[in-house]
């Protein structure tokens, strides 16, 4: 069946409609806290990811096949991405097999070549691909997992990151994740707050829950090291993305620096290629690719045979806060753990803070996908219609 049309268009960044119901303890963590990242050296920027990070809102993306059948996708940026798919990559894909998901992804691959693959035109390609698999599964009368080869298990163990740790201990969770609040920019004072914070957390979870440090492109190599001795004594079981993502030596000098320290990233290297230098310098314990920017659903099953092949464990950026990433999560054999971020406020139930209307979520710390064809989205073309801005 050909392709009919490809149309982006520009959606509410967050997607909840309205369904908070519950009336929050507090605020959330997300509101106030400082977390270290790329622009700490600048004052100004400092305290918070808003006063720097771009408000733009989400995009959509429905692929149309010649009988009426459509498919969903979304991924971020706004018209930058929208622009890049409706008068680019879109139009190149009409008349194309909708089926052929494989030639599709290389397609647009290629045809980004001449201003680069990565970066925002992999959040277009993303989003098209999404599309494309929500099509398919359409079609074919089956969910997107069972596409893949089927379930991998009989439920998803997942992890939770957000800096509410008490609440999310309560919802069930067996592993968390910090965001870390000080870098090298803040001194020598860093490494006790960075202690501080990780020791309490450390108190609080108690010995057998897992805890993980998120770094977010912060670090140097040498604060890292530095961090990492000083954590030594509260098991953590990974560090991630200490260093700028670019910065592919720094990965091997910080890995032969600190032999004994698990180490991930990857939510910000897009397309398959930074992963497949990853994995033959073992520069990196763990693969974290995000579905929606690094390509899309054909791209992160690309870099877990891949990832597979050379021993390293794939767990995704914010998985589990989607149906694309839950479907690839579910049907991928070497991801152990699915990540949910919790930026919502302590007491209200997830079920009221899904970006999707009757996405799955979380409970006790497992998720299992919806069963229905395609991503089981639960919108039709008139719900979709008023997500839409302008």
């Known amino acids: 069946m050909k392709i009919k049309s490809v149309k982006a268009f520009l959606i509410k960044s967050d997607l909840t409609g309205g369904q908070i119901k519950t009336e929050p303890r507090r605020p959330a963590w997300t509101s106030h806290a400082e977390v270290a990242g790329p622009m700490s050296r600048f004052a100004r920027f400092k305290k918070l990811r808003t006063t720097w990070r771009p408000n733009l809102p989400s995009v959509g993306v429905i692929v149309t096949a010649e009988d009426g059948s459509w498919g969903f996708g979304a991924s971020r940026y706004g018209n930058p991405v929208a622009c890049l798919i409706n008068e680019h990559l879109g139009p190149l894909l009409v008349t194309e097999n909708c089926m052929a998901t494989e030639t599709l992804w290389d397609m647009l691959l290629r045809a980004a070549s001449p201003y680069g693959a990565s970066g925002l035109a992999s959040y277009a390609i993303s989003a098209i691909d999404f599309a494309l698999w929500d099509l398919k599964g359409k079609i074919l009368k089956r969910p997107v997992y069972e596409l893949l080869g089927g379930p991998a298990r009989e439920k998803q163990i997942c992890y939770v990151t957000g800096g509410d740790t008490d609440w999310n201990m309560e919802l069930g969770f067996n592993a968390t994740k910090l965001p870390c609040p000080y870098g090298p920019a803040d001194g020598r004072d860093a490494l006790d707050g960075n202690e501080e914070l990780v020791a ?44 700028l993502p670019e910065d592919m030596d720094g990965w091997s000098n910080l890995r032969q620096r600190l032999p004994w320290q698990t180490l991930a990233t990857g939510e910000h290297w897009y397309t398959v290629m930074p992963f497949m230098q990853a994995a033959a310098r073992h520069s990196v314990d763990i693969f974290q690719p995000d579905v929606a920017w690094v390509g899309g659903v054909t791209a992160t099953v690309k870099i877990c045979h891949l990832a597979e092949a050379a021993g390293i464990p794939v767990m995704p950026h914010a998985a589990m806060n989607s149906p694309f990433g839950q479907h690839v999560c579910f049907a991928m054999p070497n991801i152990p753990l699915g990540e949910f971020f919790l930026g919502s406020p302590p007491g209200v139930p997830l079920e009221e803070v899904t970006p999707f209307p009757g996405m799955a979520v979380p409970k006790d710390g497992v998720l299992v996908p919806r069963g229905d064809p395609g991503f089981g989205l639960a919108m039709s073309l008139d719900d979709l219609e008023k997500l839409k801005i302008g």
């Open 200 to 243: 309490r957390t450390r108190e609080l979870i108690g010995p057998k829950k897992e805890l993980m440090l998120d770094c977010w492109m912060a670090f140097d190599t040498d604060f890292a090291v530095r961090l990492a001795e000083r954590l030594r004594p509260y098991d953590l079981k990974w560090i991630e993305d200490c260093l």
